[in-house]
């Protein structure tokens, strides 16, 4: 965690392999896909409360929001290597961050979500976004990539292509940082979500 943490000082984002060992991130991976089996998840929209709108020409995913105090163990475990993650943010940058909001999301075939940021015009609340892909096997080629852009304010300039592997973390500011979600080729399945601060 002690390099994630530097990348953030050092840069604003992050990025770390291996944040859940295979095994927990294949049944969290699995949690994910039998809830939506279920018919659990909802269409994403774009803006928040009333103005909650599904635009298809801006984003296609789905999503199944975490509800506090009804993890599962597999959640739960994650939940605790996040608790973990917000302390040292808080202890490094003094954030102020209290709370963790999340969602499942999935990604069927041909699914996207067009350049955005993360923090609702007129909001405060969502500081630092983090993200961890559920997905086996991905391959080259799989598409669904996070494409960052790395300069504070900008989706002109240099940017990074991350690959949805399994057990990856990505951690960036919300509000510094451009971003979007290229086509999937194939189901592609993530947790997303922000520490928030009051």
Same mark, same amino acid.
């Given at each position: 965690?002690?390099?994630?943490?530097?990348?953030? *000082? #050092?840069?604003? =984002? $992050?990025?770390?392999?291996?944040?859940?060992?295979?095994?927990?991130?294949?049944?969290?991976?699995?949690?994910?896909?039998? $809830? %939506? #089996?279920?018919?659990?998840? /909802?269409?994403? +929209?774009?803006? !928040? +409360?009333?103005?909650?709108?599904?635009?298809?020409?801006?984003?296609? *995913?789905? &999503?199944? =929001?975490?509800?506090?105090?009804?993890?599962? #163990?597999?959640? #739960?475990?994650?939940?605790?290597?996040?608790? !973990?993650?917000?302390?040292?943010?808080?202890?490094?940058?003094?954030?102020?961050?209290?709370?963790?909001?999340?969602?499942?999301?999935?990604?069927?075939?041909? $699914?996207?979500?067009?350049?955005?940021? *993360? /923090?609702?015009? +007129?909001?405060?609340?969502?500081?630092?976004? &983090?993200?961890?892909?559920?997905?086996?096997?991905?391959?080259?080629? *799989?598409?669904?990539?996070?494409?960052? =852009?790395?300069?504070? @304010?900008?989706?002109?300039?240099?940017?990074?292509?991350?690959?949805?592997?399994?057990?990856?973390?990505? %951690?960036?500011?919300?509000?510094?940082?451009?971003?979007?979600?290229?086509?999937?080729?194939?189901?592609?399945?993530?947790?997303? @979500? =922000?520490?928030?601060? /009051?």
């Amino acid at each position: 965690m002690t390099g994630l943490i530097n990348a953030m *000082d #050092q840069f604003g =984002w $992050a990025t770390m392999a291996g944040c859940l060992d295979e095994d927990e991130g294949l049944l969290l991976g699995r949690e994910c896909e039998e $809830a %939506c #089996q279920k018919g659990a998840f /909802r269409r994403a +929209g774009v803006g !928040r +409360g009333v103005g909650l709108v599904v635009h298809e020409d801006i984003r296609r *995913d789905h &999503v199944l =929001w975490m509800v506090p105090g009804e993890a599962t #163990q597999e959640q #739960q475990r994650y939940l605790d290597k996040l608790e !973990r993650l917000r302390l040292a943010l808080n202890q490094r940058f003094f954030l102020g961050l209290f709370e963790f909001e999340g969602h499942f999301a999935i990604y069927p075939e041909g $699914a996207f979500y067009k350049a955005h940021l *993360d /923090r609702h015009s +007129g909001t405060r609340e969502r500081v630092v976004t &983090v993200i961890l892909y559920l997905n086996p096997n991905w391959q080259p080629g *799989d598409g669904g990539e996070l494409k960052l =852009w790395t300069t504070v @304010g900008d989706k002109t300039g240099e940017f990074v292509l991350i690959e949805p592997r399994l057990g990856t973390l990505v %951690c960036f500011l919300s509000e510094d940082f451009w971003h979007e979600v290229l086509p999937a080729h194939k189901t592609r399945m993530s947790i997303t @979500g =922000w520490f928030r601060e /009051r």
